[in-house]
């Protein structure tokens, strides 16, 4: 089953996939919550998609939950599910989301596209070919690795510091740098429950009416 390529997701698709991730984290604290029946449907929704899904709270929006995966392994509405709940319970950064949370968090999903391995013999070559704002960055060393979605160029714009924190991210001294060391970019297409389209009503989070640990390549948080 081929990926799906993520700029083939229409608006009313974007919108449904926001509401399969909030039921999804519905339903942990509210049990007799309900996925709607075109969850179940394959027409449309069995195409194999990597995603992370990102939980933003309050005005500042602050981080509140972000795990998801860089391979494309599950169906998306499986995914999207999937991974909000991990994002809400399991992101080891957070303790899990309580039921008072639940209409204060914003929902944010980022589409994936396929990884793209860069060759590059030292951080100076890594820098120069870094795209600032359209990058995410997965970087292994050993059995070091993290990554950062293209979202993160917002809080650390220079490209300098954004390497360094990634590297600490991964457990990694800030300048260090070995022969080991791969990096894969990647972009995404993200959207979110504030984007004026695809604006939701939190009150019913059932949709019946329509970025974890880094031990992996295939998971992580954002």
Request: include cysteine; aromatic fraction near 8%.
């Amino acid at each position: 089953m081929a990926p799906l390529p993520f700029t083939e997701i229409p608006a009313n698709r974007r919108r449904q996939l926001l509401q399969i991730a909030r039921t999804a984290i519905a339903r942990r604290l509210q049990p007799d919550r309900r996925m709607p029946e075109w969850f179940f449907s394959e027409e449309g929704w069995n195409r194999l998609a990597a995603c992370f899904v990102t939980l933003h709270q309050g005005d500042s929006h602050r981080l509140r939950g972000c795990i998801g995966t860089l391979k494309a392994e599950l169906a998306l509405t499986h995914a999207v599910a999937y991974y909000a709940e991990q994002a809400a319970f399991e992101d080891p950064r957070f303790d899990p989301l309580t039921a008072a949370e639940l209409l204060s968090i914003e929902i944010e999903i980022s589409l994936l596209s396929p990884l793209t391995e860069l060759l590059i013999g030292s951080e100076a070559e890594l820098l120069q070919s870094l795209r600032p704002c359209i990058d995410g960055l997965w970087l292994q060393a050993g059995s070091h690795r993290a990554t950062f979605l293209p979202q993160v160029w917002q809080k650390l714009a220079d490209p300098v510091e954004f390497v360094v924190q990634l590297k600490l991210k991964a457990g990694l001294a800030k300048d260090h740098w070995d022969q080991s060391f791969r990096c894969w970019r990647y972009s995404v297409e993200s959207f979110s429950e504030s984007d004026p389209a695809l604006r939701l009503r939190h009150a019913n989070p059932d949709c019946s009416g329509s970025g974890g640990d880094d031990s992996g390549l295939n998971r992580g948080v954002c």
